[in-house]
Structures are given as C-alpha cells and as structure tokens.
C-alpha cells in the first residue's frame, strides 16, 4: 500500500515536498515514481528512482526543478517540488515498480498511491 502526503496550495514559485510511505518489507525491491494528472488530461510521468537511489530520471518539463529520491530505512520516497508554475497543478500519485530499468510508462507500475493535489497560484 502507498501513501502520499504533502500537497497542498503555493504560490508560483514556491516549494513542496511530497512523501510516499509505502507499507511492507519490499519497499526496496522496487523502483519508485511519481506521476501527475491535471483536469482533463491524460496521467503523465514526472520522475522515478531505482531500487539503491542511485538511478533516477525526470520528466524534461521537471528538470532542474524537481528532485527525487527515496529513504529505504523508512519505506519512503520523496519528491521535492522547486519554482513551482501554475502549470505544475495537478494530482500527484507514487507508484511502485518492479521491474528495470527504469520506466517513464505507467504501464510499468505494479502499485499506486491514492494521489495527492498541488495546486500552484499565479
């Protein structure tokens, strides 16, 4: 099961960090991403980590804002949101894989969090 927290209202701009506690002992035999979906589009990815932390890879539109990365010891990954835009606004959900390398397709992706909202003001 995963669980994402940390979203909330910010200013264009701002920054947030997102969570996602997944529960059991295989936390890391998976790789991790994060996805988003604004209203009325289709799920698109953001980023994801490899099972170490050591690989990761980002969405272009998220690059050099955004930074991924994961704590095995507490079954959590992290997505740490920079100069946010209005056009970041979205439900972001975390997912699991388990399979490599790493994937950009959600259709890689065995688990899903519940998603949580970001909502960037101008």
């Known amino acids: 099961q995963l669980q994402a927290s940390g979203g909330g209202l910010v200013q264009a701009g701002g920054s947030l960090r997102l969570s996602c506690a997944a529960s059991g002992r295989t936390f890391s035999r998976y790789a991790m991403g994060w996805f988003h979906q604004a209203p009325g589009k289709e799920r698109e990815f953001v980023a994801t980590i490899g099972r170490s932390g050591v690989n990761t890879m980002y969405a272009d539109s998220v690059k050099g804002r955004y930074t991924i990365s994961r704590d095995n010891a507490k079954n959590t990954v992290y997505l740490r949101m920079t100069t946010l835009k209005p056009a970041d606004t979205a439900v972001y959900y975390c997912?699991?894989?388990?399979?490599?390398?790493?994937?950009?397709?959600?259709?890689?992706?065995?688990?899903w969090g519940q998603g949580t909202q970001v909502t960037v003001s101008s």
């Open positions: 997912a699991a894989d388990s399979t490599s390398p790493l994937h950009d397709s959600s259709s890689y992706y065995d688990y």
